[in-house]
T-cell receptor
Framework: DAGVIQSPRHEVTEMGQEVTLRCKPI?????LFWYRQTMMRGLELLIY????????DSGMPEDRFSAKMPNASFSTLKIQPSEPRDSAVYFC??????????????FGDGTRLSIL | GQQVMQIPQYQHVQEGEDFTTYCNSS?????IQWYKQRPGGHPVFLIQ?????EVKKQKRLTFQFGEAKKNSSLHITATQTTDVGTYFC??????????FGPGTRLSVLP
């Protein structure tokens, strides 16, 4: 079975550029999560969706970050304009129906983002 | 807000030694999950604990949920080099906030 698919795997770009990260969750999963992982701050939940609707975006660092989920099989995380401090590994995860946090989360391989 | 802490931050053990990581929450949890992340990889779900005092085993791994549902532990018996990675706990409180701990990074020396 296909797991969570993220693209690109690696992204290197200059500060000020727009960055778009993509995620395809596991088919049939109702929840989709975006995380950011750095050595300093660990694994941070940025936003999560339930049935394509954003439920909690309190972890989104600032207005430069935005996330969308236009349908059940696709989500994007956009950073505009990007800054060097946004460099991190960004993970997408999905989980099946149920209360959030009561079902296992399945993580994608992540996007390693470097902003120069 | 809800905080989940883990100790130790790092642990180096000789292959064959035991290892334990502890997870502590500032609030009572409805459940706790454990994940493992290999170096360069992504977190992978290991197990979920729901009941007060619950103990679950997976081969050499033993997971425990505290009686007060505010702490948990993961114990590995006779570590192997394949156990290398970072172990995260993640807890959900009754206010429906779900938070990952900072993780414990395990190194196993052959």
């Amino acid at each position: 079975d296909a797991g969570v698919i993220q693209s690109p795997r690696h992204e290197v770009t200059e500060m000020g550029q727009e960055v778009t990260l993509r995620c395809k969750p596991i088919s049939g999963h109702d929840y989709l999560f975006w995380y950011r992982q750095t050595m300093m701050r660990g694994l941070e939940l940025l936003i999560y969706f339930n049935n394509n609707v954003p439920i909690d975006d309190s972890g989104m660092p600032e207005d430069r970050f935005s996330a969308k989920m236009p349908n059940a099989s696709f989500s994007t995380l956009k950073i505009q304009p990007s800054e060097p401090r946004d460099s991190a590994v960004y993970f997408c995860a999905s989980s099946p129906t149920g209360q959030v946090g009561h079902q296992p989360q399945h993580f994608g391989d992540g996007t390693r983002l470097s902003i120069l | 807000g809800q905080q989940v802490m883990q100790i130790p931050q790092y642990q180096h053990v000789q292959e064959g030694e035991d290892f334990t990581t502890y997870c502590n929450s500032s609030t009572t949890l409805s459940n706790i999950q454990w994940y493992k992340q290999r170096p360069g990889g992504h977190p992978v779900f290991l197990i979920q604990l729901v009941k007060s005092g619950e103990v679950k085993k997976q081969k050499r791994l033993t997971f425990q949920f505290g009686e007060a549902k505010k702490n948990s532990s993961l114990h590995i018996t006779a570590t192997q080099t394949t156990d290398v990675g970072t172990y995260f706990c993640a807890g959900r409180n009754y206010g429906q906030n779900f938070v990952f701990g900072p993780g414990t990074r395990l190194s196993v020396l052959p």
